[in-house]
């Protein structure tokens, strides 16, 4: 049980930085709001399983680069 318990509280806090990230950085705000859009048109188009797969590895990887470069500045 207790191990649930730590995981959950290294989760909240992963995802309270994420939180404030998106508040104070314009940057990052942009990359999810283009990504936000790229999926739409995505689900619009009706994409294969692998071209989803290598979308949604390049916004990971652009969202992991602005939080390291978020992080590096601070």
Do not use: P
């Amino acid at each position: 049980m207790r191990f649930i318990q730590i995981w959950m509280m290294k989760f909240a806090v992963a995802f309270r930085g994420l939180g404030i990230s998106l508040r104070d950085q314009s940057s990052l705000q942009l990359h999810v709001l283009a990504a936000i859009l790229v999926l739409t048109i995505a689900t619009y188009l009706q994409l294969d399983l692998w071209r989803w797969a290598v979308l949604v590895l390049a916004i990971t990887v652009v969202i992991a680069a602005e939080l390291m470069s978020t992080a590096i500045e601070r």
